[in-house]
């Protein structure tokens, strides 16, 4: 694996008033690779994606996209500079087709004209096994499909990172496998991915490194097996005392 | 899931075959309808006497004022009561140029657009930074300042107002052609245009916004700047009618040029036709247009069943006359979805 940094966060705090989200996480994300995220809830996880993604301001903190610095830019921005993400809970563009809603990424964020962006947005749509379900509206779509379009319509911007947020939640194991295998898919295609998911085994199955957040802070960082079997991992996500 | 191999996208070749259908059977229809309508419009001369005319000229002023309204609140999310301050700005701007400088006065209509396209530049700025009623409430204050601005100052012959005495200089059938095409082109640039702009690849970037503006800007949309061209465009559209609706009144002052009333019926036309959709507005502007004739005469009482036919509304038909439509029957007489079919037999 290529040890390029693609993301680079320093000492990336976050405070909602009196509350401390995340406290000084610091971490890198190579390119090509998969880092899962882990943590308990209300570790900060998402907070961390919102300021990757340029959803929320950091409170301090520096974050970089290869040579450049974040600090200021708009999501809008971001996602044209190659940062895809989904959202734990979906948000699909209810009055549009399903077809439509990966066209808004392709065009916009993928920086695709518009006819250009019809046969790659139907690939897409293939890929993720959304096409018979096209021209739904997204807004009658059933849970899982709206956590696919999510998937599809962050890979029609074409990401050079993308943000995964729990995506596997909900699914069948079934479903799991397969979504496990899109992504490595994905990966393999050169895409850099940093995924926060609750499905340890899916996680475990593609995920090159793991970090653990807990109140905001990093508590581990490294080879899946190594993270796993951490005591204060072990303690703080799994409720097992060492 | 089942797995499906993954092709890598930036290689042209493994993209399937698949072709878009934008237009409808009832979408080509209409757009033939609308075309003789304007072409009726513009020759109204012909066909119409000057009583017809005024009335046709009205409701077209409603229409386009609608419309405005509907791209601000349907679309780009932004509710605004205050969009009678453009109106007012281009009429007497229009006065202005035609009465005190001497321009042409049907040049200066389209002169005087720049008045309100340039004043909504910083109202946006001001305004953007309020949130839903704030924004609302927000819009009104602007308005009334406007208006207030308008009543003191003597340039404008303060509360007196101004007449359009040059109007004069021009016979009744060349004030009936020059009202006719206005008409037509008012239509064509903010009906028209709003379809032109819904269809292209901006209108798709404008829904995305309305239905989530975070995701939208998270995929790459410049939803700040979309709104702020929403904006200035709405006040152009709405200038455009309210210099119209002045000329052919040849006569303006601060409480007619700055009437509230405008934002009423913008509102209780696109929320009874059908918000968010360019048939809801047609809808509607022939509902108040109508209602308007027949019962105007019963002054505030009319207003109290109007008000309660748009509360009626928003409680029980969101989506209006045209939503209960378009869910019964799927036809679309401005129709700007995107139909995919895949051309190939390996469609799933």
Redesign the interface.
């Known amino acids: 694996m290529s040890r390029e940094i693609l993301l680079q966060a320093r000492d990336v705090s976050k405070s909602f008033g009196a509350v401390r989200v995340l406290h000084e996480v610091s971490f890198d994300v190579y390119r090509g690779e998969v880092l899962g995220i882990l943590g308990p809830n209300g570790a900060g996880k998402t907070t961390l994606f919102n300021m990757i993604s340029g959803d929320i301001k950091p409170s301090g903190g520096d974050i970089r996209l290869g040579e450049i610095a974040l600090r200021g830019e708009p999501p809008f921005k971001r996602c044209r500079m190659g940062i895809g993400r989904t959202y734990q809970i979906p948000r699909p563009y209810s009055g549009m087709t399903t077809f439509e809603n990966l066209l808004v990424a392709a065009a916009f964020g993928g920086g695709r004209s518009e006819s250009d962006a019809y046969a790659f947005c139907a690939q897409v749509l293939t890929d993720c096994e959304l096409a018979d379900k096209a021209n739904t509206s997204s807004g009658s779509l059933t849970l899982l499909d709206r956590k696919r379009l999510e998937l599809a319509r962050a890979l029609a911007s074409d990401p050079k990172l993308l943000l995964l947020d729990e995506i596997a939640g909900g699914l069948t194991e079934e479903e799991s496998r397969s979504l496990v295998a899109l992504v490595r898919r994905i990966r393999d295609r050169g895409v850099t991915i940093v995924w926060i998911e609750h499905v340890l085994h899916a996680l475990m199955a593609v995920a090159d490194r793991l970090m653990v957040l807990n109140f905001g802070e990093k508590i581990a960082e490294g080879l899946p097996q190594e993270v796993i079997a951490n005591p204060e991992v072990k303690r703080v996500y799994m409720g097992v005392e060492a | ?10 290689h ?1 070749p ?7 259908r934008r237009q409808t059977a009832s979408g080509r229809i209409a757009m033939v309808l609308f075309l003789l309508a304007v072409v009726a419009l513009a020759a109204m001369p012909w066909w119409a006497k000057t009583g017809t005319i005024r009335m046709v000229l009205e409701l077209c002023c409603y229409i386009a004022v609608a419309q405005m309204w509907n791209m601000l609140a349907g679309y780009a999310g932004l509710v605004s009561v205050g969009q009678q301050a453009f109106m007012g700005a281009a009429g007497y701007a229009l006065f202005v140029l035609a009465q005190t400088f001497g321009v042409n006065p049907f040049l200066a209509i389209f002169i005087a657009l720049l008045v309100p396209a340039f004043l909504a530049v910083p109202c946006y700025m001001l305004l953007h930074r309020l949130d839903g009623p704030y924004f609302a409430i927000g819009t009104w204050v602007v308005a009334e300042v406007f208006r207030l601005v308008a009543s003191n100052m003597g340039f404008l012959n303060a509360g007196a107002g101004m007449s359009l005495n040059v109007m004069k200089e021009y016979s009744l059938l060349e004030r009936n052609i020059a009202m006719s095409l206005l008409c037509a082109l008012m239509i064509l640039l903010t009906i028209g245009g709003s379809y032109w702009f819904l269809r292209s ?1 901006y209108g ?2 404008l ?2 916004m ?3 503006p ?11 700047r979309l709104r702020f061209m929403i904006y200035i465009a709405a006040a152009v559209g709405c200038g455009l009618a309210g210099a119209v609706y002045s000329m052919a009144q040849l006569r303006i002052n601060p409480p007619s040029a700055f009437d509230p009333m405008w934002a009423n019926v913008a509102i209780f036309i696109v929320m009874v036709g059908g918000i ?1 959709s360019i048939e809801g507005v047609l809808i509607g502007s022939l509902i108040y247009f109508i209602a308007d004739r027949w019962f105007g005469q019963y002054g505030a009482s009319y207003f109290v069943v109007l008000g309660v036919m748009t509360v009626f509304v928003a409680l029980y038909a969101r989506g209006g006359i045209w939503g209960a439509v378009s869910k019964r029957w799927d036809v679309h007489w401005f129709p700007i ?4 079919i ?1 051309k190939t037999e390996e ?2």
């Open positions: 899931m089942t797995s499906v191999p993954l092709s890598p996208v930036s042209a493994a993209l399937p075959q698949v072709m878009v690849r798709l970037a829904i995305a309305r239905d989530n975070v995701a939208a800007a998270s995929q790459g949309v410049n939803v700040p968010a979805r995107r139909h995919l895949y469609r799933p």
